[in-house]
C-alpha cells in the first residue's frame, strides 16, 4: 500500500509498503530550522501510531542531507522542539529507525543521524561536526553518541578539529552500518529497510552503548596538541571537556553537561566572530554588477612565470581538474618550474589530497611548460606572475594580446602595481583583471579580485567562478597600491615599526601579536617572505614618499646587511638549528636609529603593541571602504581572514573594531598621534561612525 504525503513542505511522510519514509527539504543545504524540527517530530509521532508502520525512513531531498542546525536562529530565542529533544524522540522510536545518508551530513544533521538505530549511505557522503569552527561545540548530543559507535580516538578528532571524513572511513569507524551500491540513496535505503524488517532487526539506540574508552594518556595529549594548534580558542577544549562526559558521566548527564557547554559558547564572542566569518565567506561573492552575467568557460589555464607564484598557481589549477600551460623564459627556467610544480603535486600525493593515478594523468596529459608563448593561443586564461615590475608585465601583456585566442582572459597576479596602467597595455583592457594570490598559492585560501576601470563584468564574473573551481574565497578589491590586504598591510607595518623605534623590539612586537592571536609574528613573516621584496617596494616608492613619513629605516639597513631572513639565514631572527632566535645585533641597528631620531627608548606594554596594530589597520581599512577599494567591511575581515593569519576567533578587523567600539579605535588614535601626527591621521568614515553612533558592520548591508 502507497499512502500519499501526510504533511506538507518542509518534512513529509509517505508509505512504501510497511516502511514510513520521512523526508525532509528545506533548501539549500537541509538546515534543521524550528519547521524542520517540528516536522520531524510530528512525523516521527504520527508514525509510531500508525501500526502498518515496521520502520521509519528518514532521507533528503536535494543535494545533501542535514547540513547541521539552521546558524540563521543561533542568537535568537530557541523555538520548541529543541533539536536534543527531537533527537531523543527519534532514537527513543520503538520501531527501528533508518537514516539514509548522502551529501554531507554535518553538524545537527550527523547528530540527528546518530540519534537513528541503522545508518547507510552513498560512498561519496561525507561526515563532519564543524561545529568548532563556529565557535560552538555538537550540541545535540555528538559529543555523547559519537564516542559510543566510533573509538575515542576518531571521536576526538572530528569533534575538535571540525574535519570531515568520508563513507569508506566512517564505515571502518563504525558511524554508518552500509555504503550503498550505486548513487540512488533512496532505493538502497527502503532495500536495506526492508532487510531490517525481515530479518526483525530491533531498534538499537545508540545511547545504550558504553563509550569507547581512549588509549590512556590520549585526553591530556589531545588537549595539549589543541593548546598549540587551536590557540585562544575555546570551543576545542570544551569539546573534550563535553567527551570526557562521555566518559565519566551516564549518558543523560553527559548529555546534560553537553547542553551547558553549548549554551556557554553559544553565548561567547568567539561564537559571534567565527559565525560572522561563516556568513562574510557567502557574502563576499554577492555583488550586484555580476548578478545573473554568466562567467566565460574556463578549462584550459596559462601561467607565465614558474617561480614561488606562478608555480604554486599551476599546481592549484591542476589539482583542480584544469589544463595549465606553464611559459618560461629559458629551458633552464621551464625545467625549474616543471620539477617544483611536480614536486608540490608529489607532496600532495604524500598528504593523501592526490592518487597516484592521476598525479600520472597530470604529468603526461594536463601539464606542459614550454618557452613559447603560442602556446597560449587556445587558452580560456593567462594568469601573469613574472617579477614585480611594470617593464617586464609590459613585455609579457603585449606577447599575451598579440597570441591569444579573442574573449581569452589575461590576468595578473601583481601585488602592488597599477592593473589600469597593464589593462591599457593591451587592445581589450576589458579582457584584463588582476588574480592576485597568496603565497603558497595551492595552499592559501584568499583570492583578491582586482577590477580594474574597464574589466568587463563577464570576465569579473569568471574570476569568481575560477576562485570556486580552484577552492578559494574570493574577495572584490578596487585598483590602488597594494589592492586591499597588501595597502592595509603596509600601513599596519608602519605603525609597528613606530611602536619598534618606540621603544618595543620586533620580538615583542611579535610575540604580543602570537597572544593576541596570530599564527605568527609580522617580522617573522617578513623574514619568511623574504626581506628584499619589501626593500624593492620601498626603494620603488621612495620618489613618491611623503617627505612628513616618519620613515623607519632599520629594515633597509637589514637588507643593505644582505639579511634577506630564512634565505640568508638572518633577518630579523637568526636560522639556525632549533627555534629562530631574538638576534642582538639587530636590536642595535634599531638603537642607533633611536639615537640618531633623538628618541629615548621606553616600554611598550603587550595591550599597546594590540592597540597600535588594530587601530592602525581598522584606520587604513575604513579608507579602503570609503575609496570603494573594498565593497564592504566584510570584504575587509574576509580578506586579512584568509591571506594574512588575522584570528578567524576575532572575526576579522572590522568585526574586531566593532566588538571593542569604533571609539576606542579612534581615541586610540588620537593618543598614537601625539607621537607621529601624520601616520595616525584618523579616516572621516571612522570619524563619521563614531559621531553618528554607528558601526561597521551597519554598511555590510
Ligand atoms: N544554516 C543556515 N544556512 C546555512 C547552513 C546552516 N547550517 N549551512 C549553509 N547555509 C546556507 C549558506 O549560508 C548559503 O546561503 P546563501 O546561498 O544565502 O549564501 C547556502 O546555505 C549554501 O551554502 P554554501 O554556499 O556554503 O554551499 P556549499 O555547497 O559550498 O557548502 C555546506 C555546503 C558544506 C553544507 C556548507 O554550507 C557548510 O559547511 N555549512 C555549515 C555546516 C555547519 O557548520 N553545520 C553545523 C552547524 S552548527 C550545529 O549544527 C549545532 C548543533 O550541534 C546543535
Ligand atoms: P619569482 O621571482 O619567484 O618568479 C618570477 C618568475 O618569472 C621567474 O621564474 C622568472 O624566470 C619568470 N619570468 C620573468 N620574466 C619572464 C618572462 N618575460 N616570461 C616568462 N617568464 C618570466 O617571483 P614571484 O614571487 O613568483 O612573484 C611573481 C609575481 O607575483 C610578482 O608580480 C609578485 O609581486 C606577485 N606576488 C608574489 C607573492 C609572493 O609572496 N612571492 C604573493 C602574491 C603576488
Redesign the pocket.
Known amino acids: 500500500m502507497r499512502k500519499g504525503p501526510v504533511l506538507s513542505h518542509p518534512v513529509t511522510m509517505e508509505l512504501h509498503g510497511d516502511i514510513a519514509v520521512i523526508q525532509v527539504s528545506n533548501p539549500p543545504v537541509n538546515a534543521l530550522s524550528q519547521a524542520v524540527r517540528a516536522g520531524l517530530s510530528d512525523t516521527v509521532t504520527q508514525a509510531a501510531e500508525m501500526a502498518e508502520v515496521k520502520a521509519i525512513l528518514i532521507c533528503c531531498a536535494g543535494r545533501t542531507f542535514v547540513a547541521g542546525a539552521d546558524i540563521r536562529e543561533f542568537g535568537k530565542p530557541l523555538m520548541e522542539p529543541s533539536l536534543p529533544d527531537v533527537i531523543d524522540q527519534i532514537e527513543a522510536s520503538t520501531k527501528p529507525v533508518v537514516i539514509a545518508l548522502h551529501g554531507t551530513a554535518l553538524g545537527g544533521g550527523l547528530e540527528l543521524a546518530l540519534g537513528g538505530h541503522y545508518r547507510i549511505a552513498l560512498a561519496s557522503a561525507r561526515f563532519g561536526l564543524p561545529e568548532v569552527m563556529l565557535g560552538l561545540l555538537p550540541g545535540a548530543g555528538g559529543t555523547q553518541r559519537l564516542p559510543r559507535l566510533v573509538p575515542m580516538s576518531n571521536a576526538i578528532n572530528m569533534i575538535t578539529s571540525g574535519g570531515q571524513i568520508g563513507a569508506q572511513d566512517a564505515l571502518e569507524f563504525g558511524l554508518i552500518d552500509q555504503i550503498a551500491s550505486g548513487d540512488d540513496i533512496r532505493n538502497a535505503s527502503l532495500g536495506y529497510a526492508k532487510t531490517l524488517i525481515e530479518t526483525g532487526a530491533a531498534p538499537r539506540p545508540t545511547s545504550r552503548l558504553v563509550c569507547n574508552p581512549p588509549e590512556p594518556g590520549a585526553m591530556d595529549a589531545a588537549r595539549a596538541k589543541l593548546a598549540k594548534s587551536a590557540r585562544g580558542q575555546i570551543a576545542p577544549q570544551k569539546a573534550l571537556d563535553a567527551l570526557r562526559g562521555a566518559i565519566d558521566l551516564s549518558f543523560a548527564e553527559g548529555l546534560a553537561q553537553e547542553r551547558a557547554l553549548f549554551k556557554e559558547l553559544m553565548a561567547s564572542d568567539q561564537r559571534g566572530a567565527m559565525i560572522h566569518a561563516f556568513f562574510a565567506e557567502r557574502q563576499v561573492g554577492k555583488l550586484d554588477e555580476i548578478k545573473g552575467v554568466a562567467p566565460r568557460d574556463v578549462q584550459t589555464l596559462g601561467v ?9 598557481i599551476a599546481t592549484n589549477a591542476l589539482l583542480a581538474g584544469l589544463k595549465v600551460t606553464l ?4 629551458s633552464e ?1 621551464t625545467d ?2 616543471y620539477a617544483t610544480v611536480s614536486g608540490l603535486l608529489e607532496g600532495a600525493m604524500q598528504r593523501g589530497k592526490l592518487g597516484e593515478a592521476q598525479y600520472g594523468e597530470i604529468m603526461s596529459d594536463c601539464f606542459k611548460t614550454t ?1 613559447d ?1 603560442q602556446e597560449f593561443a587556445q587558452s580560456d586564461i593567462v594568469i ?6 611594470i617593464d ?2 609590459k ?2 601583456f603585449e ?1 599575451l594580446d598579440a597570441v591569444c585566442k579573442p574573449g581569452a582572459i589575461l590576468a ?6 597599477d592593473v589600469d596602467a597593464i589593462a591599457a597595455m593591451t587592445a581589450r583592457p576589458e579582457d584584463v583583471i588582476g588574480l ?4 603558497p ?1 595551492h595552499v592559501m585560501k584568499l583570492l583578491e579580485i582586482v577590477v580594474a576601470d574597464r574589466t568587463a563584468p563577464e570576465v569579473t564574473a569568471t574570476g569568481f567562478a575560477l576562485a570556486k573551481t580552484l577552492g578559494k574565497v574570493a574577495v572584490r578589491a578596487g585598483v590602488c597600491d597594494g589592492f586591499i590586504g597588501n595597502r592595509i598591510l603596509s600601513h599596519y607595518r608602519k605603525a609597528l615599526d613606530g611602536a619598534v623605534i618606540a621603544g618595543a623590539s620586533p620580538f615583542d612586537v611579535d610575540r604580543a601579536l602570537v597572544e593576541f592571536g596570530l599564527a605568527m609574528g609580522p617580522y617573522a613573516v617578513s623574514d619568511l ?2 626581506l628584499d ?1 619589501g626593500w624593492a617596494t620601498r626603494k620603488r616608492l621612495a620618489p613618491r614618499r611623503d617627505p612628513r613619513e616618519a620613515y623607519a629605516e632599520f629594515a633597509d639597513r637589514l637588507c643593505e646587511m644582505g639579511r634577506f631572513g630564512r634565505k640568508t639565514g638572518r633577518g630579523y631572527y637568526l636560522y639556525g638549528e632549533g627555534r629562530p632566535a631574538p638576534d642582538p645585533e639587530v636590536d642595535g641597528i634599531i638603537a642607533e636609529e633611536r639615537s640618531a631620531k633623538g628618541v629615548i627608548a621606553r616600554a611598550l606594554s603587550d595591550q599597546e603593541i594590540v592597540d597600535r596594530y588594530m587601530a592602525a589597520m581598522v584606520n587604513e581599512a575604513a579608507r579602503v571602504v570609503e575609496e570603494g577599494i573594498a565593497q564592504r567591511p566584510l570584504d575587509v575581515d574576509v580578506t586579512l581572514l584568509n591571506g594574512y593569519g588575522f584570528p578567524r576567533w576575532r572575526g576579522g578587523p572590522m568585526y574586531y573594531a566593532d566588538t571593542v567600539g569604533p571609539d576606542k579605535i579612534l581615541r586610540d588614535i588620537t593618543t598614537f598621534a601625539a607621537e607621529d601626527d601624520f601616520l595616525w591621521q584618523p579616516a572621516p568614515l571612522l570619524q563619521r561612525l563614531v559621531a553618528e553612533g554607528k558601526t561597521f558592520a551597519s554598511l555590510n548591508t
Open positions: 607565465v612565470g614558474g617561480g614561488t607564484m606562478g608555480a604554486g611559459v618560461e623564459r629559458d627556467a625549474r618550474a618557452t608563448y601573469e606572475a613574472v617579477f614585480e615590475s617586464v608585465k613585455e609579457v606577447k595578473s597576479n601583481t601585488s602592488y602595481l592576485h594570490f597568496f603565497s598559492a617572505a623574504g621584496i
